[in-house]
C-alpha cells in the first residue's frame, strides 16, 4: 500500500498532461454552460414563448363559466410548472402564474408575489416587489380582458436554480470525464514513445560514452532537446579531453625533474657522514619515491582512459602475472608478506600487455600496502566456460561495503584509511578492465581483509 501512495504521490508527465486536457476541457465545458445560462437568465425560455400563455388563455375562455373548475385546473397546471421549472414548491425560487380578468386576480398561484405587474405587454422586465427583484412577462389576450403574467426569481437564486433543474447542462460533463481518461493516457502515451526511446539510449550509456545521441527524433519539440543534450555531451567530452591532456603533459613533465632530484640527492649521500644528515635524506628519497610513483599513475590513468583505438592482442595471463609478482617481490619482502599465487594452465585473453601489467600491478600493489606485515596475499587465476576471472585477496582492513563503489572514482579514499595514497590505484583498474570490456567487483575476503575479482570475459586457451 505503502508503494501505491508512493506512485501516486509521485509527478509524472503523463499525469500532468491528463490533468491538463481535463481541466481544459472542464473550463471549456463551464464556459459553455455559463454563456448557455447567461441566455436563459437574460431571457427565460418559459417566459418568453406563447404556448404556455395560449394553453391559458384557452383553458380560461372554455372554463369561464366554471370558477371553480377553473381554480383548480389552473392550480394543476401551476404545480406542473413548477415542477418543470425547479425550484421546489417555494415560490421564492420557483416560477409563479398570476391571471387577471378585468383587472381583479382571479387567480394567484401559491405564495406568488401579487404585487408584480407589467407596465407593457409581451416585454420581460425586471420588477422589484416585497424586497425582491423577479423577471415577469404579462400578455393580454386578445378575445377577452385577461392578462396572464408568468413570474421567475431574478438575479443570482436563477442560476442555482436552472444548474439544480437542467441536469442536462452538468451531467455530460460528469459523464465524460470517466470515459475521456483512458483515451487521454492512450494517446499521450503512444505520443511519447520517442521520448521513451531517447530516455532508453540514455540509460545503457556508460559514464565515459559522451558520443552525441543516436537516437535524434524527428519531432521538432524532442529534436530540440536531443540538440541540446549532445550540444553539452560535446563541451563534456571537450573538457575532459582538455583535462586529460594536461594531467599526462603535467605528470610527464614532472618525471624528469623528480628522477633527477633523485639521482642528486643519492649521489650526495655518499659524501655526508652524519646519521641525522643521512636521516633527512633518506626521508627525502622517500618522499621523491611516492612523488614519482603518482606521477606514473596519473600516466596511467590517463593512457588507459585515452579513447585513441588500441590494437588488441592474445596476451598470455598466467605468465604475465608471474612476471609482475616477481617484480613486486622485493616490495612484499619490506613487510614480510607472503605472495602466493595459483593458476591451473596458462590462460590466455585479448588485451593490450602494458595496459594489462599496470592492472595487474595497482591490484597487487594495493594488496600489498594494505595487508599487516607477516600476512599474505593470495592471486588466483580461474576459467570457465565463459570467462577467466583475476581474484586477489589479502587480510587488510578491507573497505566498508557503503564505499566499494566511490572507491573507483578518482582521488577518492576511504576516510578512515591510516595508510597513505592517492586514490588513482583502483581507478586505474577499473579503467583498464572497462577498456577490455570487463568489469570489477569487491568483497570481503576469506581473511577478513579485501578481494578483488577482474572478470574478462571471452578468453582463448592456447
Not at 381583479?104 to 416585454?123: C, F, L, M, Q, W
Not at 535524434?216 to 532537446?225: A, F, G
Not at 657522514?273 to 627525502?284: F, K, R, Y
Not at 604475465?320 to 616477481?326: G, K, Y
Request: charged share 20%.
Amino acid at each position: 500500500m505503502r508503494n501505491v501512495w508512493h506512485h501516486l504521490r509521485t509527478p509524472t508527465l503523463v499525469r500532468r498532461v491528463m490533468i491538463a486536457q481535463m481541466v481544459l476541457l472542464t473550463l471549456l465545458w463551464c464556459l459553455f454552460l455559463t454563456y448557455v445560462l447567461w441566455e436563459d437568465l437574460r431571457s427565460p425560455p418559459i417566459l418568453t414563448g406563447s404556448k404556455t400563455y395560449e394553453t391559458i388563455f384557452t383553458m380560461i375562455d372554455r372554463m369561464d363559466d366554471s370558477p371553480q373548475k377553473r381554480t383548480d385546473v389552473l392550480d394543476a397546471f401551476s404545480k406542473a410548472l413548477r415542477e418543470d421549472y425547479g425550484g421546489s414548491e417555494d415560490p421564492e425560487l420557483s416560477i409563479s402564474l398570476i391571471v387577471r380578468k378585468n383587472k381583479e386576480i382571479i387567480y394567484a398561484s401559491d405564495g406568488a408575489p401579487t404585487g408584480v405587474t407589467n407596465t407593457r405587454y409581451g416585454k420581460i422586465q425586471t420588477i422589484q416587489s416585497e424586497g425582491r427583484s423577479w423577471t415577469s412577462r404579462t400578455l393580454k389576450s386578445e378575445n377577452a380582458d385577461v392578462e396572464v403574467t408568468l413570474i421567475t426569481p431574478a438575479g443570482g437564486w436563477n442560476f442555482f436554480i436552472y444548474l439544480n433543474s437542467r441536469g442536462y447542462y452538468v451531467l455530460p460533463l460528469l459523464v465524460c470525464i470517466p470515459f475521456l481518461l483512458f483515451p487521454a493516457w492512450l494517446s499521450i502515451r503512444i505520443a511519447m514513445r520517442p521520448w521513451n526511446k531517447v530516455v532508453t539510449e540514455i540509460a545503457f550509456r556508460t559514464p565515459e560514452d559522451l558520443s552525441p545521441l543516436k537516437e535524434v527524433p524527428k519531432h521538432r519539440e524532442l529534436r530540440q532537446m536531443v540538440d541540446a543534450v549532445n550540444g553539452f555531451l560535446t563541451r563534456v567530452r571537450e573538457s575532459t579531453e582538455r583535462e586529460r591532456v594536461f594531467i599526462a603533459d603535467a605528470a610527464h613533465e614532472l618525471r624528469t625533474p623528480l628522477a633527477a632530484m633523485r639521482i642528486n640527492v643519492e649521489a650526495l649521500q655518499a659524501y655526508i657522514n652524519s646519521d641525522s644528515q643521512q636521516e633527512l635524506l633518506a626521508g627525502i628519497i622517500r618522499s621523491n619515491s611516492r612523488a614519482a610513483r603518482l606521477v606514473n599513475q596519473l600516466l596511467l590513468l590517463m593512457h588507459s582512459e585515452a579513447r585513441t583505438d588500441t590494437v588488441m592482442a592474445p596476451v598470455p595471463l598466467t605468465t604475465l602475472i608471474q612476471e609482475r609478482m616477481a617484480a613486486l617481490a622485493p616490495l612484499a619482502a619490506e613487510r614480510s608478506i607472503e605472495l602466493e599465487f595459483y593458476s591451473h594452465d596458462e590462460i590466455w585473453i585479448t588485451g593490450v600487455r602494458e595496459r594489462l601489467m599496470s592492472l595487474i600491478d595497482n591490484v597487487i600493489e594495493n594488496a600489498v600496502k594494505y595487508s599487516p606485515e607477516g600476512g599474505r596475499v593470495v592471486v588466483e587465476v580461474r576459467s570457465s566456460d565463459a570467462s577467466t576471472q583475476l581474484c586477489v585477496s589479502d587480510a587488510g582492513p578491507g573497505i566498508p561495503v557503503e564505499l566499494r563503489e566511490r572507491v573507483f572514482d578518482r582521488f577518492f579514499r576511504d576516510p578512515n584509511q591510516v595508510q597513505s595514497g592517492s586514490g588513482l590505484g583502483l581507478a586505474i583498474v577499473n579503467a583498464v578492465a572497462q577498456q577490455h570490456n570487463s568489469s570489477v567487483s569487491l568483497s570481503t575476503s576469506a581473511e577478513g581483509g579485501l578481494m578483488v575479482t577482474v572478470n574478462f570475459p571471452n578468453h582463448t586457451s592456447a
